[in-house]
């Protein structure tokens, strides 16, 4: 038997990160990803954000790759979103969405920042957030990341 981890914090925005994910609904949206991603076979240790946004904690499938992965979160969601009434201002996702590989010893701290994005959220943009995620894994910041 093969033993692997492949454990991503993803991020991926709204469209034009519009506060389109209604508080009393978004736990409908993270249901929905967690379903996504247990069909294909990949461990979800936490799913939150707030509005414009949404954090995902995963381990993926060792089939899986993380870009199919963000498509078919995207894809299916976007279109579920559109149909479902309780997301009327729904537009989309943004273009372009944020992945970084992650240890095992990352893992509870990764939760936390997770499960507190509605707190932290209260004193800092989404863009100033990315801008901190971005040095924190030491990439150049642009500002057309944020599709």
């Known amino acids: 038997m093969s033993v ?21 609904s978004k736990k409908l949206l993270y249901a929905y990803i967690y ?26 499938h060792p089939k ?5 992965i963000v498509q078919s979160i995207k894809q299916s969601s976007s279109i579920w979103l559109k149909q479902n ?3 009327p201002e729904w537009e989309g996702w943004g273009k372009e ?3 970084f590989s992650k240890s095992e010893n990352d893992i509870d701290v990764i939760k936390q920042y997770i499960i507190n994005q509605e707190v932290h959220h209260k ?7 990315l801008k901190k995620i971005m040095e924190e894994e030491g990439k150049e910041w642009n500002d057309y990341l944020l599709t």
Request: net charge neutral; charged share 20%.
């Open 64 to 68: 899986c790759c993380l870009s199919d």
């Open 97 to 99: 969405y944020f992945g």
């Open 123 to 129: 004193s800092l943009s989404f863009e100033s957030e």
């Open 4 to 24: 692997t981890q492949c454990l991503y914090h993803i991020v991926i925005n709204t469209y034009q990160r519009k506060m389109t994910i209604r508080e009393d």
């Open 35 to 60: 379903g996504i991603l247990k069909h294909k076979n990949c461990f979800v240790h936490r799913i939150n954000g707030i509005g414009n946004h949404v954090h995902i904690l995963v381990d993926l």
């Open 85 to 87: 009434p309780s997301f």
